[in-house]
């Protein structure tokens, strides 16, 4: 259902550009190639079902991803933003015993408990010559229920949970997106996206296959290069998260006209500033289109787009995608949006929206618990997102029933902070929160009582958890109480933490 898309553009348009850095450009015939070579690879170092790929965004990741899913085996992106420790903790979650990566992560490699094939070790240029005078594999025998990816996320635990996503999720999802929004062939991609997040998994990576596009990739963010390549190469979809839309406004280089070229900007992964929406549209003409997903949800489940887009929310449901809002406390069904069909009232009640279709995850990779506290048994996946629907099917997020923050589009579960926090020896108690970041989203803010007896600065725990957190989840602020406001149980009331900043 994955393959099957790669060898079609291999064979309906081998000469067309699929991915494309400032050092190589690969063609569709060339990816296709590329995902053989890593495909025997694989298949002569492990027989384990899961195999790991450490990469950024980059003409090697959508070969060495298609040529695992060959095989078939199922793909862990490896998150490299993580400290080896975290990254660690998802290899043995994982069972995997084979990564392929580039030696540009060779430290990090290092660190894991699992061997490492590095492409730069690959004989490409000798399989290459030798795969064009041999016969091309057949696409694998894979049922749309089989789980082709398993994306790591972090948990409400201080332990990651791995969401496993199914040939039919994705496809589905990318099909789904593009018919909503009207994507067609000649459109070409940015990729500035890590492969590791669903976003860029699905809708830089996957879509642009499934819709026989070409991409351009660009391994790390950068707002001035990304705005020069948009202008450069005429790119026509982009798709980023709010802080990166911040970054290119404040660059002072970028002309007016430098993004005419753009069909879609895609905003996802955060909540999108009014500023910064309305900054794009003043200085470049162009409407920010904000979308909604999760990693359980491929990711999509409602996006804005050109010709059906409303500000302030996060768009329609994308086709073939059902939601629905039900009470926050009690459960029940409170509204169901019909999409791009009128309501008889002004709009819906606040509620939480949970989500059903075939882009809905299979469960959680060995937590039947966890699975069966988000998903019903008739398919609706429990977002933990609080929103509403106005009359004509655009919904807008209004809060979380969970205590999720989005860090930079990258999901952080305070609960994992506080984990790390509490294992110092000085530490009796941690509470974390999120604060409004003007580049970031958000940003953790940590509350801590000491042990009596014991000391310890600000600065020494910031340190402390630096080395056992991503950069992203190092809380701003570390802040020592000698209390904590507290509930009639004892439990600590994060609501009232917000009255001691």
Sequence with gaps: MLVDALLDAAQ???????????????????????????????????????????????????????????????????????????????????????????????????????????????????????????????????????????????????????VQLSYRNLRSNCESCIATARMESQHSFLNCLPPFHVFGLTGTTLAPVVLKASVHAIPRFNAVKATQTIADKRISIFMAIPSMYAAMLRSKSAAPDALRSLYMAISGGEPLPPTVASGFRDRFDVTLLEGYGLTETSPVVTMNVPHAHRAGSVGQPIADVQVKLIDIEQGHPIWQAARQERADTDGSPEGEIVVRGPNVMKGYYQRPDETAAVLSPDGWFKTGDIGRFDADGFLSITGRKKEMLIVGGENVFPREIEAVLEDHPAVAEAAVIGAADESRGEVAIAFVTLKEGRSVTDIELRQFARDKLAGYKVPRQIRIETDLPRGPTGKILKRKLRDLL
């Design 12 to 162: 309906t348009c081998p000469d067309r550009t699929a991915v494309a850095d400032d050092r190589r450009t690969l063609t569709y015939k060339h990816v296709a190639m590329f995902a053989r070579i890593v495909r025997d690879a694989v298949q002569s170092q492990t027989s384990a079902p899961h195999v790991g790929v450490m990469l950024p965004a980059s003409p090697a990741f959508p070969g060495t991803l298609f040529g695992i899913l060959w095989i078939p085996r199922t793909v862990v992106p490896l998150n490299f933003l993580l400290s080896p420790a975290e990254i660690a903790d998802i290899v043995r979650d994982a069972g995997l015993d084979l990564i392929i990566s580039t030696r540009f992560f060779s430290k990090i490699a290092a660190e894991l408990p699992a061997r490492t094939v590095f492409l730069e070790d690959l004989p490409l240029k000798v399989q290459m010559f030798l795969n064009m005078l041999r016969r091309t594999p057949a696409p694998p025998q894979v049922s749309p229920d089989d789980t082709a990816v398993l994306l790591y996320t972090s948990g409400t635990s201080a332990k990651p949970k791995g």
